[in-house]
């Protein structure tokens, strides 16, 4: 079956420590995204890709760093400079970059805590 | 950005149909209105979405007013597996590299057995 693969499902930070978040997708998805959800909020955009070798900041981009070198994967790194990393990370992709009348299809995200 | 409002929670019992509201009276002409449900740790679901007429899938209705300032999902008869946090979110129609998602705090829905 086609769909997105975020790992790990857990994963903890050690101060000053780069963490790398995985996601897959087989759907031939061209746009893919991360998103970071807070406790009792809705998903904020961290970063986003429309194709490969090219990607956007999103809302809350600081601290954070993607690649995009191929069409199927999109890793997120939270890096040391991100002081509040502990949350639920989301990636999702689509079919074309928020298309209007195309959903996003989610992972089932990477919890992130600090050690 | 357009922004939509929601209830915090909503209560229904099991095989009872479920109407759960949203408000949306900045829309614009192009947004489309899609929803989202989220279990627990998990990531969102997409359920439903559309522009100006209602729209039916196996899993949900969506009834748009007629001024689009507002839509409500239906949950024909609900399940003890339809509890979750329903999200109803606006998107742009047209191609830009500045568009996004707005994503609220959502309608989290208990189901009574």
């Known amino acids: 079956d086609g769909g997105i693969t975020q790992s790990p499902k857990y994963l903890f930070r050690k101060e000053g420590q780069n963490v790398t978040l995985s996601c897959e997708q087989n759907?031939?998805?061209?746009?893919m995204y991360w998103y970071r959800q807070d406790p009792g909020q809705g998903l904020r955009l961290i970063y986003y890709?429309?194709?490969?070798?090219?990607?956007q900041k999103g809302d809350i981009a600081e601290g954070y760093s993607v690649s995009r070198e191929k069409k199927e994967s999109f890793p997120l790194t939270v890096t040391s400079a991100q002081k509040n990393p502990t949350a639920f990370y989301l990636c999702?992709?689509?079919?074309?970059?928020?298309?209007?009348?195309?959903?996003?299809?989610f992972g089932d995200g990477t919890r992130l805590s600090i050690l | 950005d357009a922004k939509t409002t929601q209830p915090n929670s909503m209560e229904s019992n099991e095989e009872e149909p479920v109407h759960l509201p949203c408000n949306h009276s900045?829309?614009?002409?192009?947004?489309?209105i899609h929803w989202y449900r989220q279990l627990p740790s998990q990531g969102p679901e997409y359920v439903i979405h559309?522009?100006?007429?209602?729209v039916n899938n196996r899993m949900a209705s969506l009834a748009i007013a007629e001024d689009r300032k507002s839509s409500t999902l239906i949950l024909h008869r609900a399940t003890l597996r339809d509890a979750a946090v329903y999200y109803c979110?606006?998107?742009?129609?047209?191609?830009?590299?500045?568009?996004?998602?707005?994503w609220g705090l959502g309608t989290s829905l208990a189901v009574n057995p």
């Open positions: 979110i606006l998107t742009l129609n047209n191609a830009g590299n500045n568009r996004k998602l707005i």
């Open positions: 900045t829309i614009s002409g192009t947004d489309y």
């Open positions: 890709s429309q194709i490969v070798n090219d990607f």
């Open positions: 999702a992709s689509s079919i074309a970059q928020f298309g209007g009348n195309q959903p996003q299809h």
């Open positions: 759907l031939n998805h061209d746009a």
């Open positions: 559309g522009l100006t007429s209602n």
